[in-house]
T-cell receptor, first 112, second 111 residues
Framework: EDQVTQSPEALRLQEGESSSLNCSYT??????LFWYRQDPGKGPEFLFT???AGEEKEKERLKATLTKKESFLHITAPKPEDSATYLC?????????????FGTGTLLAVQP | DGGITQSPKYLFRKEGQNVTLSCEQN?????MYWYRQDPGQGLRLIYY???????QKGDIAEGYSVSREKKESFPLTVTSAQKNPTAFYLC??????????FGSGTQLSVL
């Protein structure tokens, strides 16, 4: 069964303290891995798409990487405005549908 | 600006009542989706539609119904058969294998 697991469930950082969020997956043929940011009471906001192992994407303080089994979202020198829930989703290659499978998210709190 | 509009932002349902959540997109996307989000849980797929006049059940379709009469519209009805409807509902759309675009969500609560 296709599955996506995110860890940790929650993470508290001091401003400037770099860290990484993990998204591990077991799917039958990866067609894409997506990272989203979600603020309370709002819809998820797209961050990155990764398609193949070894691929990396960067945006401001965020960098996403991908291996054959997991993806990391690295946060360098975070600021309080980076506080949000970060969601990971994968699209499997099997079947005729294009559904995404979401993890449960990591709630990040950055304290000044 | 292109995007997805969900309405209302907040909705209250009385026992035995059906309620309909609106979702409109002007991105010209073929596929549209409805997700349910509960605290501490990931997004769970309720229904999706890849083309007008066609839709498929997701993982938690019981107690919900949808229609796709127009490409830009994908309303979700929460029926009285859904015994635990309190949740945050998200509508999304995409083209092919590209990223999902999400609306701002509707918070449904039971009176």
């Amino acid at each position: 069964e296709d599955q996506v697991t995110q860890s940790p469930e929650a993470l508290r950082l001091q401003e400037g303290e770099s860290s990484s969020l993990n998204c591990s997956y077991t799917v039958s043929g990866l067609r894409g891995l997506f990272w989203y940011r979600q603020d309370p009471g709002k819809g998820p906001e797209f961050l990155f798409t990764l398609y193949s192992a070894g691929e990396e994407k960067e945006k401001e303080r965020l960098k996403a990487t991908l291996t054959k089994k997991e993806s990391f979202l690295h946060i360098t020198a975070p600021k309080p405005e980076d506080s949000a829930t970060y969601l990971c989703a994968v699209q499997a290659g099997g079947g005729a549908t294009n559904k995404l499978i979401f993890g449960t998210g990591t709630l990040l709190a950055v304290q000044p | 600006d292109g995007g997805i509009t969900q309405s209302p932002k907040y909705l209250f349902r009385k026992e035995g009542q059906n309620v309909t959540l609106s979702c409109e997109q002007n991105l010209n996307h073929d596929a549209m989706y409805w997700y349910r989000q509960d605290p501490g849980q990931g997004l769970r797929l309720i229904y999706y539609s890849q083309i007008v006049n066609d839709f498929q059940k997701g993982d938690i379709a019981e107690g919900y119904s949808v229609s796709r009469e127009k490409k830009e519209s994908f309303p979700l009805t929460v029926t009285s058969a859904q015994k635990n409807p309190t949740a945050f509902y998200l509508c999304a759309s995409r083209q092919g294998d590209e990223k999902l675009f999400f609306g701002s969500g509707t918070q449904l609560s039971v009176l």
